[in-house]
């Protein structure tokens, strides 16, 4: 059982305020911080006004002279995320795209809203330092949910603590990946220009300024999961502070988890272990 579970806040109070220029049938409850400098609306979708069916949504507003942003998040990638035959709301490990709006001064996307649910990074703040084994639960689920997405041709590009969700559901917590805002194709061959959390870039991209897909998803993961398991009095993750020897793996794991984390962590990329091997990697497998 993961750490402090299922002990998150109750639901934010419902208002009778409703999103300007949006369906009359989403009524906003709250406002949560968004990547930059936009917004999220915290809002229930309300089939029919009818307030027993409503499901949570996030509606993300994008300034309009960052539109080229957009572009890069590609509204048909997000579409391709829930397009699959078993795709409804929530089924999916990726929030579900819902609906899209372009107003004069902005773009407006409605998504699904995991609910309830915390942050990794939340989840930090509370418990940590977080036992092994509940990071193993987490880890299990996120490289299952990351090698599902590269599957189906998406590259996030900006795994982090603040990226990820832990619903809380009655078959128990769940990892949920969110905001795709610098997401695209995943293709191969390199990329040469890096669109996510400078610190969490993978050391190639430092070295010679070009990076691919897995290998990044890979390298993100163990960030990640160091996040997870430092202990409080440990430096915070970046890539620079780890290969200039001021980040070392946590002291206490077991040698099958510190294997899966240098794994991840391997600074020459083709050396770097795949997401498939991941799967199969004797730390997660027992």
């Not at 400098?37 to 027993?52: A, F």
Request: glycine share 8%; aromatic share 10%.
């Amino acid at each position: 059982m993961l750490v402090g579970w299922p002990s998150f806040g109750g639901p934010l109070q419902r208002s009778c305020g409703r999103p300007r220029g949006l369906d009359p049938t989403l009524g906003i409850t709250g406002r949560a911080s968004g990547g930059d400098s936009n917004s999220i609306s915290l809002c229930d979708q309300i089939p029919d006004n009818n307030w027993s069916q409503a499901i949570e949504v996030a509606i993300k507003h994008i300034r309009r002279k960052d539109v080229e942003i957009v572009s890069q998040v590609n509204i048909c990638l997000l579409f391709t995320i829930t397009s699959a035959p078993d795709a409804e709301i929530g089924l999916n490990p990726s929030e579900s795209f819902l609906e899209w709006f372009s107003l004069k001064d902005e773009i407006i996307l409605v998504m699904e809203r995991p609910f309830p649910a915390l942050t990794f990074y939340e989840y930090c703040e509370r418990y940590a330092p977080i036992p092994e084994g509940c990071v193993k639960m987490l880890a299990y689920q996120l490289v299952g949910a990351m090698a599902d997405l590269h599957s189906k041709g998406v590259f996030h590009r900006d795994l982090k603590l603040e990226n990820l969700l832990i619903q809380c559901t009655w078959l128990g917590p769940r990892v949920r990946i969110i905001d795709f805002g610098c997401g695209c194709v995943s293709r191969p061959g390199t990329f040469c220009w890096y669109n996510g959390t400078d610190i969490y870039a993978p050391p190639e991209y430092h070295q010679v300024h070009i990076y691919s897909a897995v290998p990044t998803t890979v390298w993100q993961i163990g960030a990640v999961l160091y996040e997870l398991l430092r202990q409080n009095e440990q430096r915070p993750f970046s890539t620079q502070g780890y290969f200039a020897n001021r980040l070392h793996i946590p002291n206490g794991l077991s040698k099958k988890c510190s294997d899966f984390l240098r794994a991840c962590l391997t600074e020459i990329p083709e050396h770097r272990i795949t997401l498939d091997q991941l799967k199969y990697h004797p730390w997660l497998s027992t």
